[in-house]
C-alpha cells in the first residue's frame, strides 16, 4: 500500500486557478472510480470536496471540480480564494478492498 | 444528523493495548461500513481499516496489521479500535469514518487523540 503522489506544496494568487495532481497505478487511480478529495484546515477535521473522481457534495463550491486521466487524478480550483489556504489530500480505493490516501498537497494562495 | 464521536484516547506506553470507541448516531448504522483514519501529529492522513457493515469483511492497512482489529456492535451503533502492541508510530489523532459506497468519507467525528510514550 504505497501512499499516492501529491505535491508537497502548491501556491496560487487570488482569482487564479491552480491543480493539484495526484498519481497512483492500475491497482487504485487508474483502476476504480473511487477517488476522493480532502480539505483541510489548520486543527479541524478534513472534509470531503470532491467524491467518485468528479463529484461535489452538496454545499462545496462549483469552484473545485475533479478528473482523472489514467493512473493520475487532479482537483482543480478556479477563482482561488484565501480561505482556499489548507492542504488537500486525494484517497482512492485499491484492488485490495483498502484504501490509500495521498501524502497531501498546502495550497498557499499568494 | 448525522454523528460521529470518538473517544477512548489517551496515553499509553510502547506495547500496551488501548481500545477506541466511536459513538454513531442520525443514520441506520446496521447498513454502512465504517473506517478508522488517523494522523501523526503534523503529518497526513492515513487509512488505517474498514468493516463491513455487517462486521463479516475487515480490512487493514500495511503499518497495523497483525496489531490492530477492527469491531463493532450493531445493537449499540458503536464501531470499536482494538490496539495492540503500540508503538510509538502510532502517535496520532483517530478518526472514524462512514463508508459512502466507497466513494470517499463524508462524515468524520472530531478525532480522539493517542500517545505512545514512556
Known amino acids: 500500500q504505497s501512499a499516492l503522489t501529491q505535491p508537497a506544496s502548491v501556491s496560487g494568487s487570488p482569482g487564479q486557478s491552480i491543480t493539484i495532481s495526484c498519481t497512483g497505478t492500475s491497482s487504485d487511480v487508474g483502476g476504480y472510480n473511487y477517488v476522493s478529495w480532502y480539505q483541510q484546515h489548520p486543527g479541524k477535521v478534513p472534509k470531503l470536496m470532491i467524491y467518485a473522481v468528479i463529484n461535489r457534495p452538496l454545499g462545496v463550491s462549483n469552484r473545485f471540480s475533479g478528473s482523472k486521466s489514467g493512473n493520475t487524478a487532479s482537483l482543480t480550483i478556479s477563482g482561488l480564494q484565501a480561505e482556499d489556504e489548507a492542504d488537500y489530500y486525494c484517497s482512492s480505493y485499491t484492488s485490495s478492498s483498502t484504501w490509500v490516501f495521498g501524502g497531501g498537497s498546502k495550497l498557499t494562495v499568494l | 444528523q448525522v454523528q460521529l464521536v470518538e473517544s477512548g484516547g489517551g496515553v499509553v506506553q510502547p506495547g500496551r493495548s488501548l481500545r477506541l470507541s466511536c459513538a454513531a448516531s442520525?443514520?441506520?448504522?446496521?447498513?454502512?461500513?465504517m473506517h478508522w483514519v488517523r494522523q501523526a501529529p503534523g503529518k497526513g492522513l492515513e487509512w488505517v481499516g474498514v468493516?463491513?457493515?455487517?462486521?463479516?469483511?475487515?480490512y487493514y492497512g500495511d503499518s497495523v496489521k497483525g496489531r490492530f482489529s477492527i469491531s463493532r456492535d450493531n445493537s449499540k451503533n458503536t464501531l470499536y479500535l482494538h490496539m495492540n502492541s503500540l508503538r510509538a508510530e502510532d502517535t496520532a489523532v483517530y478518526f472514524c469514518?462512514?463508508?459512502?459506497?466507497?466513494?470517499?468519507?463524508?462524515?468524520w467525528g472530531q478525532g480522539t487523540l493517542v500517545t505512545v510514550s514512556s
Open positions: 469514518t462512514r463508508d459512502e459506497n466507497h466513494t470517499g468519507y463524508e462524515y
Open positions: 442520525g443514520f441506520t448504522f446496521s447498513s454502512y461500513g
Open positions: 468493516i463491513w457493515h455487517d462486521g463479516s469483511n475487515k
